[in-house]
C-alpha cells in the first residue's frame, strides 16, 4: 500500500513538471530568442552630411558569418549594403550607394548592424530596411533629408499697384530640401493672401520657392516673408518694413476716368460747332460778293470805254466769285462730311464709354468676389487651424495612451518574469522532493530486500526440518497422534511460508520495473 501511494504521488508530480514546462517553455523562447531592434522615429540627416541608421540584434550575438541585408524596396538593384560570407558585395549594390555605404565590421561580434551613409544625398531619403535571413529577423527605418545651410529669403519690391494704391513685394528663397512652404504675414502675425508659390527644382534636386503679394495701405508696414518645413522643424524668415511714403501715389480716380470721355465729346461738339459758324460766315461774305459785281455791270454799259475796261474787269469778278462759291460748297460738304465723321466718332465714343463703365463694375464685381473668395479662404484656414490643434489635442491623449500601455506592458512582464521565477523555484523544490522520495525508495526496497533474504533462509531451514522429520518418520513403523499433529503443523507453515514468499515477491517485481 505504501508503495502504491508513492507510485501515485510520483505520477501526479510527473503531470505537474511537464504541464508548467508546456506554458514556461514558449515564454522562455519568447523572451531568451534574438530580435532585430530599430529606431521608432524618423532619422533626420543634412544634405553632404554623414549619418548612422541604427540596427542591432538584443540580446546581442555574433552575426559576422551570417547574411545581412539593407535594402530599399523601390530602388532597382534595391540593395543598399549586402554582407555575406564574411565580405562586402559591392556588384550587387545600388550604383548610387557604391562606396558611400558601409557597416561597423568591429561591432558585428556584438549583434551591430548599423548602417553608415557618407555624403547624403536628397536622393537618399526614403525607407530602409535591415534583414538577417538567417534569424528572419527584419527592421525599418524611415530617412528624412533636410537641406544644410539655408540662407534666409530675400524680399524685393516688385511693382506699384496704382489701381489699389498698393506695393507688389516678392520673395524667394533658395537651396531648400524636401519642398518647403512659403507664408506672408503682417505685423500681427496673420497671414497675408498671396499668389501662388513658384517653386523650382535645381539639377542638385534644391527647390527655389517665390511668391509675390500686394500689401495696401490699411495693412501694417511691417511685412515678414517666412519659408518652413514641417518635417524637419527647420525654418527662415525676413522681415520688411514699407515706408508710408511708398503707398501715396497719384491714382486716377473711378469718377475722373468716367467723366474723360465726356468733356473729349463734348469738346468734339464745340469743335463742330465752331466749324459750323465759320463756313456760314463765309457763304454770307460770298453771299454779298456776288451782289457787287452785278450793280457794277449796269453801270459800265453807260460808261466811257474806261468803264467798259472796269466792266471787263469787273466781268471777270463774277467768276472768281463763281468759283469761290463751288469752293465754299466743296468746303460745305467736306465740313458736313468731317460732321457726320464727327457724330459717327461720337456714337463710338458713346458706346466705348459705355463699355468702360461695364468693365469698371465687371472689375467691382471681380473684386467683390475676390474680398469673398479671401474671407472664405481666411475662414477655411481658421477652420484647419482649429482641426489640426484637435488632431495635436487628439495625438497627445493617444501619445499618453501607448505610454500607459507600455507602462502597463511593462508591469505585466515583471509579473510574468516574477512567476516564471517562482515557477523555477517551484521546480528546484519539486526536483529535491523527487529526489528524496527517491531515496526513501531505494531505502524501502533493500529493507524489503532483507526481508526477503530473511525469509528465504528461513523457509529453507523449515524445509531441512522438515526432510528430517519426514526421514525420521520413514525410520518409524508407526505414527504417534503426536507425531501426526506436528506434521501436520509443519505443512500449514510450510503453506504460509510459501504464501508470504509469493506476496514478497509480487512486491518486489513492480519495484524493480519502476526503477
Known amino acids: 500500500m505504501q508503495e502504491s501511494c508513492i507510485n501515485h504521488q510520483m505520477a501526479g508530480f510527473s503531470l505537474y ?53 539593407w535594402t530599399r524596396p523601390e530602388l532597382d538593384p534595391r540593395f543598399v549594403f549586402l554582407w555575406r560570407a ?26 551591430n548592424t548599423s548602417l553608415k551613409l557618407c555624403k547624403v544625398k536628397p536622393a537618399d531619403e526614403g525607407r530602409y530596411r535591415c534583414y538577417i535571413p538567417d534569424k528572419d529577423e527584419e527592421a525599418f527605418i524611415h530617412l528624412v533629408v533636410a537641406s544644410g545651410a539655408v540662407s534666409s529669403p530675400v524680399i524685393s519690391l516688385a511693382n506699384l499697384d496704382k489701381a489699389i494704391s498698393g506695393v507688389v513685394l516678392q520673395c ?26 513658384e517653386t523650382l527644382r ?55 476716368t468716367d467723366t474723360s470721355p465726356v468733356s473729349l465729346a463734348l469738346c468734339i461738339l464745340l469743335l463742330i460747332l465752331s466749324v459750323v459758324f465759320l463756313v456760314r460766315r463765309k457763304r454770307k461774305n460770298v453771299m454779298k460778293t456776288n451782289r457787287r459785281p452785278k450793280d457794277q455791270t449796269e453801270d459800265v454799259r453807260v460808261s466811257t470805254e474806261e468803264d467798259r475796261e472796269r466792266e471787263q474787269l469787273n466781268m471777270k469778278l463774277p467768276i472768281t466769285s463763281r468759283q469761290q462759291l463751288q469752293e465754299e460748297q466743296q468746303r460745305r460738304e467736306d465740313a458736313e462730311n468731317t460732321l457726320g465723321d464727327l457724330q459717327n466718332d461720337k456714337e463710338k465714343l458713346e458706346n466705348e464709354l459705355q463699355d468702360e463703365k461695364k468693365r469698371n463694375e465687371d472689375q467691382e464685381a471681380k473684386l467683390k468676389e475676390l474680398e469673398k473668395k479671401n474671407t472664405e479662404i481666411i475662414n477655411q484656414l481658421q477652420q484647419e487651424k482649429e482641426t489640426l490643434e484637435e488632431l495635436k489635442k487628439q495625438l497627445e491623449s493617444k501619445n499618453q495612451e501607448l505610454s500607459d500601455s ?38 524501502i ?14 523457509l529453507q531451514e523449515e524445509k531441512q526440518r522438515r526432510e528430517k522429520a519426514e526421514k525420521q518418520v520413514q525410520m518409524l513403523p508407526t505414527e504417534t497422534e503426536e507425531e501426526k499433529q506436528n506434521k501436520e503443523e509443519t505443512e500449514k507453515k510450510v503453506q504460509t511460508l510459501q504464501i508470504k514468499t509469493e506476496k514478497i515477491s509480487q512486491i518486489n517485481s513492480p519495484s524493480k520495473q519502476k526503477k
Open 17 to 69: 513538471c511537464l504541464r508548467n514546462c508546456f506554458l514556461v517553455f514558449p515564454l522562455l523562447v519568447h523572451f531568451c530568442q534574438s530580435r532585430l531592434i530599430g529606431p521608432t522615429q524618423p532619422i533626420i540627416a543634412t544634405a553632404g552630411k554623414d549619418i548612422t541608421l541604427p540596427c542591432h540584434l538584443v540580446p546581442g550575438e555574433n552575426v559576422a558569418a551570417m547574411t545581412l541585408e
Open 86 to 111: 564574411g565580405q562586402d558585395l559591392i556588384n550587387m549594390k545600388n550604383p548610387s550607394y557604391i562606396g558611400r555605404s558601409s557597416l561597423f565590421t568591429d561591432e558585428l561580434k556584438h549583434g
Open 172 to 197: 524667394e528663397s533658395p537651396g531648400w530640401y524636401p519642398e518647403p512652404e512659403l507664408l506672408w504675414l503682417d505685423g500681427e502675425g496673420n497671414l497675408l493672401s498671396a499668389g501662388p508659390t
Open 202 to 256: 535645381g539639377p542638385d534636386d534644391l527647390y527655389t520657392v517665390s511668391s509675390r503679394v500686394t500689401v495696401e495701405k490699411r495693412h501694417s508696414n511691417n511685412i515678414t516673408c517666412r519659408v518652413q518645413q514641417r518635417n524637419t522643424n527647420q525654418s527662415r524668415e525676413t522681415h520688411i518694413h514699407v515706408p508710408e511714403d511708398f503707398f501715396d501715389i497719384p491714382s486716377s480716380s473711378p469718377s475722373v
Open 406 to 443: 507600455i507602462s502597463e506592458l511593462n508591469r505585466e512582464k515583471m509579473i510574468r518574469e516574477s512567476e516564471i521565477n517562482t515557477m523555477k523555484n517551484q521546480l528546484e523544490s519539486n526536483k529535491q522532493e523527487m529526489m528524496k522520495s527517491e531515496r526513501e525508495k531505494d531505502e
Open 445 to 458: 526496497i533493500t529493507k524489503l530486500r532483507q526481508t526477503i533474504l530473511a525469509l528465504e533462509s528461513k
